[in-house]
Nanobody, 119 residues
Framework: QVQLVESGGGLVQPGGSLRLSCAAS????????MGWYRQAPGKPREMVAT???????NYADSVKGRFTISRDSAKNTVHLQMNSLKPEDTAVYYC?????????????WGQGTQVTVSS
């Protein structure tokens, strides 16, 4: 059983920073791709950033240069450093773990953490 627990959300002013963390239970973290997604009210969930087992990263155009995803395999944790936050970054942020075994892909999701950017 895989559990993902997010932390670090909150209220921040425009231009501020937040760091989200996601701790994964179980023994599959080291063989799984990780990612952060977000969902704003009335909008579909969208990819924010992903990081592969090998450390290759990918970002949504809207966050490039402002957000940084990283992973700590020793602690089974993935982080999302968010700088220069904008009101449009306001959303519930979800941690994702993607496990691929041969051709079968299984996704696990955290419960979400609210990020609100407002003055």
């Amino acid at each position: 059983q895989v559990q993902l627990v997010e932390s670090g959300g909150g209220l921040v002013q425009p231009g501020g920073s937040l760091r989200l963390s996601c701790a994964a239970s179980g023994s599959i973290f080291s063989i799984s791709n990780m990612g952060w997604y977000r969902q704003a009210p009335g909008k579909p969930r969208e990819m924010v950033a992903t990081i592969t087992v090998g450390g290759r990263t990918n970002y949504a155009d809207s966050v490039k240069g402002r957000f940084t995803i990283s992973r700590d395999s020793a602690k089974n944790t993935v982080h999302l450093q968010m700088n220069s936050l904008k009101p449009e970054d306001t959303a519930v942020y979800y941690c994702n773990l993607e496990l691929t075994i041969v051709v079968v892909i299984t996704n696990y999701w955290g419960q979400g953490t609210q990020v609100t950017v407002s003055s």
